[in-house]
């Protein structure tokens, strides 16, 4: 398979793919001509990549993902830790963000939003934290 075959079968962008393959991610084989000559085995770990990816697993966590996945003595509970940090990072940010919204929500309440030169918002930008 080619990396546009691939690419549509993946949904993947043939940039995406050049990339896991530039960091070692998936190494598809290449024709005498030099074109990337991609194996169903490929093609599954590109799959697998995007999932995770769309989970928002960062590359190197989809690096060890994947290791585990290909290793058949793993151990689930390696699997799971992997998760539980990343689940414990994306609450880390859900917080965050929560924090910001509101912040933000208060200071445009606050905001008369007219013709005077006088805000809020900019008063709290410029205000040290």
Known sequence: MNISEVSKATGLPPK?????EDIN?????RQANGYRAFRDSDVHKLAFLARARSLGFPVE???S?????????RASA???QIAKTHLSEI???LSELTAMRDTLRTLVKACAGDDRPDCPILSDLAAPH
């Open 16 to 20: 995406t793919i050049r990339y896991y």
């Open 25 to 29: 991610l998936i190494q598809p084989l």
């Open 61 to 63: 966590s989809c690096r």
């Open 65 to 73: 993902l994947l290791a585990l996945y290909d290793d058949e003595t």
């Open 78 to 80: 390696d699997v799971k």
């Open 91 to 93: 609450d880390q940010k």
